[in-house]
């Protein structure tokens, strides 16, 4: 099958190799009808994740069809059309029965590599590292899903690819991410990164009864997205400054939430940011993070900080005493993908969201070298690359 | 039952007052390997005389202190011990041996893991340095398993404390090629959501001290195994299957 394989720093490739096939008993093999490029395989493009070796299928947004399945998979048929969440989780363990599914304890088999780094193992990811599982992605004609019976959900005629395509990670990630802010009625909530998790995250925010939302980028045309499908005001940091910006519309009181959508490779005019970039390029660090630092500096005192942009392992000049002395809340982590499914499945079905939106880009698989790379540089503006196999 | 219990039930046998200290008298150096020891020994000594080379008398001489006691130092430190009748008694002599333990939770039942574990024929389908083993009676078993660096080491022991639900523990019989003792524990756990399993198990390694350390740092220990083991014990109890990324059965770890 044609697969699109990782082979070091900026160097994908679209390549022939063996299919998949059923190894477990609880597995499912799916093939591919639509899959995309996300923001965080963009970490793995520029090499900023450990452990990943050549020859690694990436891709963790995915659908596709139901082609095989294991003796164990009783709730799935062959034909089935279903989008895959990208933690792999098995269901039985604490955390999957406590509704924490990225925190499986079961689903990573190279545990003891992550455990060395984090002390304890989070869930196995598709097409993600192999201290995170070292799973086969999606960006394939066909995937190997394991734990099948408790991850894919099936998707009723009437809606396209496109518009479900985005449960698989960035829509739950959003979601998670405003409802780690703890909302109440009328709150403020500014979210830093207007790329698809911070589109998804505003309109969370507003659903879950944010009063105002306001988006922080560069990028205009990610700033016109929204302020038109989320009803966002927006900031561009090119601009003005962003926290003399946030203080003046709440009164100097700063916003109730604040949402890092960013993650570890934060773009800054501050002077911080230009530390991370000199310390990245003189390869001491791995992780830049401005805007960690930005969102704890703005977020006003005994607020929520959430931030479901993804960072690798040890952040420099992280301000803990900032968030101390201002009696933060921290929330993070990857998404409980399988937790939000079937509410957001509902969301799409009964039309308050059509997340196809921010599709930019439709591509043949074929292209996909192009295409990280018309991602990573934001030409074109483009937000969103999905893939066709 | 502890595992101090099990040491002190050792330090009552005869053959324990001797070699549980390492005191320089004590032999542990087998009959054949003492000839050697004096024949080789007498001939390096006389050729370092002859050549008038004090290193040649000192290794000569040192061979020679070694067959003559039956004691080495090298084996002591290396926790080595050849002579014969050594293994003549049950479990790992106090003041010996390694001692692993590893604790972890596992979201099922402590009797249905214990009814898993009781039944010892199951242990190698989760356990990869276990080859098998066979019940011989209600009590005593006989054990084969891989051990570090590539060895096969076979070994029989009995259960000496059994209680359902809670606890297995057991210790290897006299003559066994591994001195080995060793308990399971099966806690409720106290989120009140499955077990909380305790694994103890001591061992005199084969080798010494110093080359189950060496096979530990490079990832080829039995601590090293009883964490990959248990967590396989665990991905079955919980989820039925072993987690794998392999792409085809053949791949399968």
């Given at each position: 099958m044609k697969a699109v394989t990782w082979h070091g720093k900026e160097d994908v490739r679209v390549e022939n190799v063996p299919d998949p096939e059923i190894v477990n008993p609880r597995d499912a093999i799916v093939k591919i009808s639509l899959t995309a490029i996300c923001g965080s395989d963009l970490h793995l493009y520029v090499n900023r994740i450990p452990t990943m070796e050549s020859g690694d299928i990436l891709g963790h947004e995915f659908m596709g069809e139901v082609v095989a399945l294991g003796s164990e998979v009783k709730n799935l048929s062959i034909g089935d059309r279903v989008v895959v969440p990208f933690t792999i989780s098995c269901g039985g363990c604490y955390y999957c029965k406590n509704d924490?599914?990225?925190?499986?304890?079961?689903?990573?088999?190279n545990a003891a590599m992550a455990e060395k780094i984090y002390g304890h193992s989070p869930s196995g990811l598709f097409g993600y590292s192999h201290m995170l599982g070292g799973y086969a992605g999606g960006q394939a004609e066909y995937v190997r899903v394991p734990f099948a019976d408790v991850g894919p959900i099936k998707v009723p005629d009437g809606l396209s690819d496109e518009q479900v395509l985005f449960l698989s990670d960035i829509f739950p990630t959003g979601y998670m991410a405003a409802e780690n802010c703890g909302i109440k009625e009328g709150d403020t909530v500014a979210v830093w990164g207007c790329g698809p998790v911070g589109q998804f995250a505003m309109w969370s925010a507003r659903k879950l009864g944010a009063g105002r939302v306001i988006g922080i980028d560069r990028f205009p045309e990610r700033l016109r997205l929204a302020k038109e499908y989320t009803g966002a005001t927006t900031i561009n940091y090119e601009e003005v400054d962003v926290f003399e910006t946030l203080q003046e519309m709440t009164s100097g009181r700063g916003p109730d939430a604040c949402i890092?959508?960013?993650?570890?490779e934060a773009h800054g005019l501050t002077l911080d940011a230009w530390y991370d970039l000199a310390k990245e390029k003189m390869m001491l660090s791995t992780d830049r993070g401005h805007v960690a630092r930005q969102v704890i500096h703005s977020c006003r005192k005994g607020g929520t900080v959430s931030i479901p942009g993804v960072y690798g392992a040890f952040l420099d000049k992280f301000p803990l005493g900032v968030a101390f002395a201002k009696a933060l809340q921290l929330r993070m982590g990857q998404t409980h993908v399988h937790r939000y499914l079937p509410m957001l499945l509902d969301y799409i079905r009964e039309g308050e969201l059509d997340p196809s939106y921010l599709i930019t880009h439709r591509m043949p698989i074929e292209r996909a070298p192009e295409m990280y790379r018309t991602f990573m540089e934001k030409?074109?503006?483009?937000?969103k690359v999905v893939l066709k196999p | 039952m502890s595992m101090s219990m099990l040491t002190d039930k050792s330090i009552t046998h005869p053959q324990q007052k001797s070699s549980?200290?390492?005191?320089?008298?004590t032999e542990n150096v087998s009959r054949k390997e003492q000839w050697a020891s004096l024949i080789g020994g007498g001939a390096v000594f006389l050729y370092g005389l002859r050549r008038g080379s004090w290193l040649g008398m000192l290794t000569g001489g040192s061979l020679l202190y070694r067959g003559w006691t039956g004691h080495c130092m090298v084996y002591d430190q290396l926790g080595i011990n050849t002579k014969e009748g050594h293994f003549d008694r049950p479990g790992v002599r106090a003041q010996h041996g390694r001692r692993v333990n590893w604790t972890l939770h596992i979201n099922r039942d402590p009797q249905e893991l214990y009814d898993f574990w009781r039944?010892?024929?199951?242990l190698p389908n989760v356990m990869s340095h276990l080859v098998s083993v066979q019940s011989i009676d209600k009590e005593r078993s006989r054990w084969t398993a891989r051990g570090p660096m590539g060895q096969t080491l076979e070994w029989e022991a009995e259960i000496i404390t059994d209680k359902p639900g809670e606890v297995i523990a057991w210790q290897s019989l006299p003559g066994s090629q591994v001195d080995t003792a060793g308990s399971v524990h099966f806690r409720k756990s106290a989120t009140g959501q499955g077990t909380d399993l305790e694994v103890t198990l001591k061992y005199d390694p084969p080798g010494g001290n110093m080359v189950a350390q060496i096979a530990h740092l490079v990832g080829q220990g039995l601590e090293d195994d009883l964490q990959e083991d248990l967590r396989r014990f665990k991905q079955i109890c919980e989820s039925g299957e072993i987690a794998t990324n392999a792409q085809r059965p053949a791949m399968k770890a």
């Open positions: 924490l599914y990225s925190l499986c304890d079961n689903s990573n088999p890092d959508a960013v993650g570890s030409e074109d503006d483009c937000i | 549980s200290s390492s005191c320089c008298n039944e010892l024929s199951n």
